[in-house]
Nanobody, 114 residues
Framework: QVQFVESGGGLVQPGGSLIVSCAASGIIFRRLTMGWYRQAPGKQRELVAA???????NYADSVKGRFTISRDNAKNTGYLQMNSLTPEDTAVYYC????????WGQGTQVTVSS
């Protein structure tokens, strides 16, 4: 059973910070590239950030310099630290491998608003 469980989302003011977490199971997590994706209202799901098994990272231009992706292979867990949040970051955030498989979790809602 491949499963991704996201957590840590919530309501945050513009300029604030959040960290979201992803617990993965059913895969050899440490050997795979992990990605964070998000889907905003009325938009398609997009890749936000990715990190390879060796720690090489890539970011979408819209979040570069503000978000940091990381992983703890011993815990089969990935993280996304989000700083300087804006209303445009409001979305449901999902984790998966990159390229993604079909085993999407429920995601965690991040809402940036005053």
């Amino acid at each position: 059973q491949v499963q991704f469980v996201e957590s840590g989302g919530g309501l945050v003011q513009p300029g604030g910070s959040l960290i979201v977490s992803c617990a993965a199971s059913g895969i050899i997590f440490r050997r795979l590239t992990m990605g964070w994706y998000r889907q905003a209202p009325g938009k398609q799901r997009e890749l936000v950030a990715a990190i390879t098994s060796s720690g090489i990272t890539n970011y979408a231009d819209s979040v570069k310099g503000r978000f940091t992706i990381s992983r703890d292979n011993a815990k089969n867990t990935g993280y996304l630290q989000m700083n300087s949040l804006t209303p445009e970051d409001t979305a449901v955030y999902y984790c998966n491998v990159n390229p993604p498989n079909n085993y999407w979790g429920q995601g965690t809602q991040v809402t940036v608003s005053s």
